[in-house]
């Protein structure tokens, strides 16, 4: 067949249904794939996990990533802990306290009272530790958008909303903290 010669449409499919028909010579057999639909679902809420794979970017936006995501993280422990003080429950009133000095079992008395509430003051230390380590990164943070160099540069609105959360977290920390005499009682059980 030369090139100039014009091969009708019917033919042509012929000639390709014919292709179907050929053995293979090594006889294996002719695989087709099932279609499948493709399902797209978007996940914003990756807290900058892929902060890494933008290499090509800018420097600056890879480290406000990560600031970002860090921001987050104590973000969810400070919420941890609001949850931890709105469903405190006072233990120290059920504890039996000694009557008087002369008792005799009153150390043993005051041995279990601390063991009972130990594990509640120990939730209580996380949470000022936590509090320390949060003001600490927030000032940091506060310190660092202040600097003189700073000030020119684009700050992201996600950014300075995340350091409004933190302002809201702690008022929210601080009048749970405030409110709740339940942890003021059990706490200055466990000292005496």
Request: aromatic share 10%; proline share 4%.
């Amino acid at each position: 067949m030369s090139v100039s010669e014009k091969v009708s449409l019917s033919d042509a499919l012929s000639n390709v249904d014919v292709l179907d028909e050929l053995t293979l010579p090594d006889e294996q057999p002719c695989i087709e794939a099932a279609p499948c639909s493709i399902l797209y679902q978007a996940n914003f809420d990756t807290n900058f996990e892929d902060r890494n794979g933008f290499v090509t970017g800018i420097a600056k936006y890879i480290e406000e990533a990560t600031v970002h995501a860090n921001l987050n993280e104590l973000l969810e422990e400070g919420n941890a802990h609001a949850v931890m003080l709105y469903t405190w429950r006072c233990c120290s009133r059920a504890i039996p306290q000694p009557r008087s000095n002369e008792q005799p079992d009153r150390v043993h008395i005051y041995e279990r009272t601390v063991q009972v509430l130990a594990p509640e003051v120990d939730k209580l230390l996380h949470f000022m530790y936590f509090q320390r380590k949060a003001i600490e990164r927030f000032c940091g943070e506060v310190r660092r958008l202040c600097h003189a160099e700073k000030r020119r540069d684009f700050i992201s609105e996600a950014y300075l909303l995340t350091l409004g959360k933190f302002v809201n977290m702690f008022a929210v920390l601080d009048e749970l903290k405030n409110m709740k005499s339940s942890v003021k009682n059990d706490y200055s059980t466990y000292r005496r």
